[in-house]
């Protein structure tokens, strides 16, 4: 029974592994297309909000995506830069890069959780939500201040890298030594060799 047991995970974790490098696929070779569908799936839920009968619940529907849609922008975005070479994983520290995450998924799931424990168990429970996330957002960026000097900026900033024009730099390598994005903002700029090669 554990040989079956064994084998049935086993192919589980296979499949696994190849739906995530088809869905890795999927992005780093259509960014335009992901770029567009969190983009229809976002305006949708502000369309769902408006249209909706039910304020209450037209909100927490409206929440629920997208804090999703946020969640698969900064996944989809993570992927673009690690597929296009354009962040290097040497870096910072495997640590500070899970910390950096954890922040992220807090931030945008943040309002989702709060609606919910509103929903479930009143004001008080709305209240204690907050001061939870409050004091774990706190502790995390404490971390990355005082013991890696990180900054207080939001990592969750990377999502507002333009797919498109991530694409269109890691076609063009001349282009990619000439321009660095920011490992904390995500802002690009171009390099000071840039304004010498022209």
């Not at 192919?11 to 259509?30: D, G, H, P, T």
């Not at 799936?41 to 304020?55: D, G, H, M, Q, R």
């Not at 774990?136 to 990592?155: A, H, V």
């Amino acid at each position: 029974m554990s040989d079956i047991l064994k084998s049935a995970r086993d192919r589980l974790n296979e499949n696994l592994m190849e739906i995530k490098q088809a869905y890795v696929n999927f992005v780093s070779q259509n960014p335009e297309m992901v770029d567009q569908i969190e983009k229809t799936v976002k305006t949708s839920s502000y369309l769902f909000e408006a249209l909706s009968k039910n304020y209450d619940n037209s909100i927490f529907i409206s929440e629920l995506i997208t804090s999703a849609c946020n969640l698969f922008a900064y996944a989809n975005t993570k992927i673009l830069l690690k597929t296009r070479n354009l962040i290097s994983q040497t870096d910072e520290n495997k640590f500070v890069a899970k910390l950096k995450q954890a922040l992220t998924v807090v931030e945008f799931s943040q309002a989702f959780l709060e609606l919910s424990a509103g929903r479930l168990g009143g004001s008080g429970a709305r209240w204690a939500v907050i001061v939870v996330i409050t004091i774990i957002k706190t502790i995390l960026r404490c971390l990355l201040l005082y013991m890696f000097d990180s900054g207080l900026q939001s990592p969750a900033l990377v999502t507002m890298i333009n797919k498109t024009n991530i694409a269109t730099q890691a076609t063009n390598s001349d282009e990619n030594e000439n321009i660095y994005i920011g490992r904390r903002t995500g802002h690009q700029m171009a390099t000071l060799s840039s304004s010498y090669s022209k």
